[in-house]
């Protein structure tokens, strides 16, 4: 049923500064949603994805951040794209439904009829334009973007199980402990503005369950796992799963790469498959050269236009390198970003890492992540991290190791971390 | 008088407890560090302070404000654009130290702590009438720091060793000096480092003092040294004002505990410890040789040692914390959980032991 005006409203959940600390030390300088991949902040990507679907009214970004770390980058996003993005500051922690419903007058202040939410931390190719036509067809209150991944990973994520005819969400659980279906949630999701009524109830249920609880003071007394506070709501534990097989939610499946950019290790590897999709979407962006005039670049490399790299250096794959860089003769960089205004002098190497803002790298200095067995890659894609302003000098060799802001390194160092 | 405060740069030593507040205002014996030092100043008639950062002031103006009310002593920050040394930020401070009064001025180390003898200090510099006048400390080790030998009688500074391979003396720098305005015509305004620039010319001419500070001394920059600091700080306390110390049946050598701090039953406490404002210790806990941040918790039974616990941490009931275990700002450790030495940055939950010393990020 095609109507009048199918005014779509995205949202983007942006998370917060204390909550995660896994991102560090990369955290301690910058929000995580405004950390660079690919040449972008992290969130610039779920925001461009939302612009493709048509009739897009607003996007809204929520978190826990001060209002002034998204201030500057939400005006000149909005510029930039010609799409109202909005930046709202969660007062106290609600659950991931229950922030959705504490801002559900700015969303359904251009009376949508669909609501697109996604998980700022997630890199995907968004198919939104498809899941919406999907959703559509469906007819339920909400589709959820699923991925198939292997068994062994499956319980740090959702695990669900679909119909394979109908696609409906059958049996929904949050990081189970023993295997339900290598079919995981990826944080995409799409609403129809019911999904409001469904969290009110959700609400109404433990507002009563609270004053119970009250009149009841051997529960009173209970504190063996944290009581969360009644106005809770969680999307994934009281709403999708009691919800499964009802016939109100269905699933959606990506093809395309889907992953959780929950450390920094991982954001490196998010920034490499960014990097693979501008080669196939957009391939203008990424950086060439032979070595003749311009450095020689392999696979997938971003360089901001403002930085200078010597021509006899050599490039990629998978670099991304910031405003302001520069990179010195004979300098080799393998999969790493390279922070604003950093200087790599001449022959250095970094491999496998992510040099921080303002951070210098001597002659000769060696930055490098090794690990020994490809097995181990998965479980903690240990890189080499340089927080802001380090200092390597020349010929000093870092290995897996994490230094955090304002440190010079004048000897070699490996496994360490650096305080 | 003036004096100039040498707060220097990002304290990375005694992170993680510099990640939520700059050093100076880092707690030592229940009090911001620096506020040690500018109550030792106030007292001899100190009026103005001048801070010298090279890092964001903004964090600490509005608890320097709080400081000016309360003392009544105007403290302000001279802000290097870029680092200049030990000496380079009297010269960026000039017009602030010199004001025409002829006076002398002081100098300190941040991360000095020590009994302040200033007024002693003043006297020794009138008496000898030279320019410059440095306090020095005796050490065990003299060949890990800068020597100062000296002549004994007057105590004029002949020369500077930097880490002697022989013994030339046994008296460092302690960080802490007396010096007269014209000292500041010799610094240029670069980085400069008084230790080896300027102090070795104005020994040459003979105008070098040194005084041999009286009491204990301890660079704090480190938690190794702030823990060995803050004994010997309590140390000196139970001579000045032992009223100051807290006294019962539960409490065993030097102890500094806050009035608005609770205590529970069965509790033994000490030595050599600060329990900081607002901190509840619950019945059966054992705490020794260890700080304890404003707002902390430790519930029952736990056993601390040898470890700074960071503002509003937790420590869950039967919990053992020990050998340099320091927690950062809002970390909650879970009950019955071992920490041997861990290091843990700001707001994180520990759940399972930590064997060794290792870094929680």
Redesign the interface.
């Given at each position: 049923m095609a109507g009048a005006e199918q005014r779509v409203v995205a949202v983007i959940m942006v998370g917060g500064p204390?909550k995660g600390?896994r991102f560090?030390?990369l955290s301690?300088n910058v929000p995580k949603p405004l950390f660079p991949l690919a040449g972008q902040p992290m969130v610039h990507h779920p925001i461009s994805a939302c612009r493709r679907i048509p009739n897009l009214a607003q996007i809204y970004l929520i978190g826990f951040y001060e209002e002034r770390e998204f201030a500057l980058y939400v005006s000149s996003i909005s510029n930039e794209l010609r799409i109202p993005v909005r930046y709202l500051r969660e007062d106290k922690p609600h659950g991931s439904a229950g922030g959705l419903y504490s801002f559900r007058d700015y969303i359904m202040e251009d009376s949508p009829s669909h609501i697109v939410l996604l998980n700022c931390d997630v890199c995907s190719s968004f198919p939104l334009p498809d899941m919406l036509e999907a959703h559509k067809k469906y007819g339920g209150m909400g589709t959820l973007l699923v991925n198939k991944v292997s068994a062994e990973s499956a319980n740090q994520f959702g695990e669900l199980v679909a119909d394979p005819d109908t696609n409906e969400l059958l049996h929904y659980t949050e990081k189970p402990e023993t295997f339900v279906s290598d079919l995981i949630n990826c944080g995409v999701y799409i609403f129809t503005p019911n999904i409001f009524n469904a969290i009110e109830d959700v609400l109404k249920q433990k507002k009563d369950r609270a004053n119970l609880r009250r009149v009841s003071s051997f529960e009173a007394l209970q504190s063996a796992t944290k009581a969360l506070p009644a106005d809770f709501v969680r999307l994934d534990q009281d709403i999708l799963s009691p919800l499964a097989g009802k016939k109100e939610l269905y699933t959606y499946q990506t093809l395309d790469f889907w992953e959780q950019i929950k450390t920094p290790g991982m954001s490196l590897r998010c920034s490499g498959l960014y990097l693979s999709q501008f080669r196939r979407t957009s391939p203008h962006l990424l950086a060439s050269g032979d070595g003749k005039r311009t450095a020689t670049i392999v696979g997938d490399v971003y360089i901001h236009p403002s930085a200078k790299v010597h021509p006899t250096s050599k490039i990629g794959p998978n670099v991304s390198i910031s405003a302001n860089a520069r990179v010195g003769a004979g300098a080799r960089l393998i999969n790493c970003i390279i922070l604003d205004d950093v200087e790599i002098m001449e022959n250095a190497v970094v491999i496998h890492s992510i040099v921080g803002w303002k951070s210098s790298i001597g002659k000769w200095s060696r930055v490098q992540a090794i690990h020994l067995g490809e097995g181990d890659h998965n479980a903690k894609l240990g890189i080499t991290i340089l927080g802001e302003a380090v200092d390597v000098e020349d010929e000093v060799v870092v290995v897996n190791s994490?230094v955090?802001?304002?440190?010079t390194l004048n000897v070699s160092v490996q496994e360490e971390?650096i305080? | 008088m003036k004096a100039l405060i040498l707060v220097g740069g990002f304290g990375t030593r005694l992170r993680p407890l510099t990640l939520s507040f700059p050093k100076p205002l880092v707690d030592f014996a229940n009090k911001p560090m620096i506020l040690h030092q500018i109550e030792a100043l106030k007292e001899v008639g100190v009026t103005e302070v001048v801070l010298a950062i090279n890092y964001r002031p903004e964090v600490m103006i509005n608890f320097l404000k709080d400081f000016e009310d309360k003392l009544g002593i105007t403290i302000t920050c001279s802000q290097e654009t870029e680092p200049l040394g030990t000496a380079g930020p009297l010269a960026l401070a000039r017009d602030k130290l010199a004001d025409g009064s002829g006076e002398p001025f002081f100098v300190l180390n941040s991360d000095v702590i020590s009994e302040y003898p200033f007024a002693e200090l003043i006297e020794f510099h009138k008496r000898h009438g030279g320019e410059a006048t440095i306090m020095v400390t005796k050490v065990d080790e003299p060949s890990k720091y800068g020597v100062v030998v000296m002549e004994e009688a007057s105590g004029r500074v002949e020369r500077f060793v930097e880490k002697p391979k022989i013994f030339v003396g046994n008296k460092i720098n302690a960080g802490i000096y007396l010096l007269n305005p014209s000292v500041l015509e010799r610094i240029e305004l670069r980085p400069t480092s008084i230790e080896k620039e300027v102090f070795p010319k104005i020994a040459a001419d003979q105008q070098l003092y040194a005084m041999v500070l009286p009491g204990f001394w301890m660079d704090v920059g480190q938690p190794r040294d702030y823990i060995t600091g803050l004994r010997l700080y309590l140390d000196s306390l139970k001579k000045k004002s032992a009223a100051r110390l807290a006294t019962g049946a539960h409490v065993v050598g030097n102890v500094l505990v806050h009035e608005s701090a609770k205590i529970g039953e069965g509790c033994l406490i000490g030595p050599d410890v600060a329990i900081g404002p607002g901190c509840a210790v619950d019945d059966g806990v054992r705490l020794s040789r260890c700080t304890v941040m404003r707002g902390v918790r430790i519930k029952k039974h736990a056993c601390i040692s040898n470890s700074i616990i960071g503002w509003h941490s937790t420590v869950g009931q039967w919990a053992r914390i020990e050998n340099m275990t320091i927690l950062g700002e809002d970390v909650h450790v879970c009950d019955e959980v071992y920490s041997n030495g861990g290091v843990v940055l700001p707001h994180k939950e520990i759940k399972s032991s930590i064997l060794k010393p290792e870094i929680v990020m």
């Amino acid at each position: 049923m095609a109507g009048a005006e199918q005014r779509v409203v995205a949202v983007i959940m942006v998370g917060g500064p204390t909550k995660g600390t896994r991102f560090r030390p990369l955290s301690l300088n910058v929000p995580k949603p405004l950390f660079p991949l690919a040449g972008q902040p992290m969130v610039h990507h779920p925001i461009s994805a939302c612009r493709r679907i048509p009739n897009l009214a607003q996007i809204y970004l929520i978190g826990f951040y001060e209002e002034r770390e998204f201030a500057l980058y939400v005006s000149s996003i909005s510029n930039e794209l010609r799409i109202p993005v909005r930046y709202l500051r969660e007062d106290k922690p609600h659950g991931s439904a229950g922030g959705l419903y504490s801002f559900r007058d700015y969303i359904m202040e251009d009376s949508p009829s669909h609501i697109v939410l996604l998980n700022c931390d997630v890199c995907s190719s968004f198919p939104l334009p498809d899941m919406l036509e999907a959703h559509k067809k469906y007819g339920g209150m909400g589709t959820l973007l699923v991925n198939k991944v292997s068994a062994e990973s499956a319980n740090q994520f959702g695990e669900l199980v679909a119909d394979p005819d109908t696609n409906e969400l059958l049996h929904y659980t949050e990081k189970p402990e023993t295997f339900v279906s290598d079919l995981i949630n990826c944080g995409v999701y799409i609403f129809t503005p019911n999904i409001f009524n469904a969290i009110e109830d959700v609400l109404k249920q433990k507002k009563d369950r609270a004053n119970l609880r009250r009149v009841s003071s051997f529960e009173a007394l209970q504190s063996a796992t944290k009581a969360l506070p009644a106005d809770f709501v969680r999307l994934d534990q009281d709403i999708l799963s009691p919800l499964a097989g009802k016939k109100e939610l269905y699933t959606y499946q990506t093809l395309d790469f889907w992953e959780q950019i929950k450390t920094p290790g991982m954001s490196l590897r998010c920034s490499g498959l960014y990097l693979s999709q501008f080669r196939r979407t957009s391939p203008h962006l990424l950086a060439s050269g032979d070595g003749k005039r311009t450095a020689t670049i392999v696979g997938d490399v971003y360089i901001h236009p403002s930085a200078k790299v010597h021509p006899t250096s050599k490039i990629g794959p998978n670099v991304s390198i910031s405003a302001n860089a520069r990179v010195g003769a004979g300098a080799r960089l393998i999969n790493c970003i390279i922070l604003d205004d950093v200087e790599i002098m001449e022959n250095a190497v970094v491999i496998h890492s992510i040099v921080g803002w303002k951070s210098s790298i001597g002659k000769w200095s060696r930055v490098q992540a090794i690990h020994l067995g490809e097995g181990d890659h998965n479980a903690k894609l240990g890189i080499t991290i340089l927080g802001e302003a380090v200092d390597v000098e020349d010929e000093v060799v870092v290995v897996n190791s994490i230094v955090l802001p304002n440190k010079t390194l004048n000897v070699s160092v490996q496994e360490e971390i650096i305080l | 008088m003036k004096a100039l405060i040498l707060v220097g740069g990002f304290g990375t030593r005694l992170r993680p407890l510099t990640l939520s507040f700059p050093k100076p205002l880092v707690d030592f014996a229940n009090k911001p560090m620096i506020l040690h030092q500018i109550e030792a100043l106030k007292e001899v008639g100190v009026t103005e302070v001048v801070l010298a950062i090279n890092y964001r002031p903004e964090v600490m103006i509005n608890f320097l404000k709080d400081f000016e009310d309360k003392l009544g002593i105007t403290i302000t920050c001279s802000q290097e654009t870029e680092p200049l040394g030990t000496a380079g930020p009297l010269a960026l401070a000039r017009d602030k130290l010199a004001d025409g009064s002829g006076e002398p001025f002081f100098v300190l180390n941040s991360d000095v702590i020590s009994e302040y003898p200033f007024a002693e200090l003043i006297e020794f510099h009138k008496r000898h009438g030279g320019e410059a006048t440095i306090m020095v400390t005796k050490v065990d080790e003299p060949s890990k720091y800068g020597v100062v030998v000296m002549e004994e009688a007057s105590g004029r500074v002949e020369r500077f060793v930097e880490k002697p391979k022989i013994f030339v003396g046994n008296k460092i720098n302690a960080g802490i000096y007396l010096l007269n305005p014209s000292v500041l015509e010799r610094i240029e305004l670069r980085p400069t480092s008084i230790e080896k620039e300027v102090f070795p010319k104005i020994a040459a001419d003979q105008q070098l003092y040194a005084m041999v500070l009286p009491g204990f001394w301890m660079d704090v920059g480190q938690p190794r040294d702030y823990i060995t600091g803050l004994r010997l700080y309590l140390d000196s306390l139970k001579k000045k004002s032992a009223a100051r110390l807290a006294t019962g049946a539960h409490v065993v050598g030097n102890v500094l505990v806050h009035e608005s701090a609770k205590i529970g039953e069965g509790c033994l406490i000490g030595p050599d410890v600060a329990i900081g404002p607002g901190c509840a210790v619950d019945d059966g806990v054992r705490l020794s040789r260890c700080t304890v941040m404003r707002g902390v918790r430790i519930k029952k039974h736990a056993c601390i040692s040898n470890s700074i616990i960071g503002w509003h941490s937790t420590v869950g009931q039967w919990a053992r914390i020990e050998n340099m275990t320091i927690l950062g700002e809002d970390v909650h450790v879970c009950d019955e959980v071992y920490s041997n030495g861990g290091v843990v940055l700001p707001h994180k939950e520990i759940k399972s032991s930590i064997l060794k010393p290792e870094i929680v990020m």
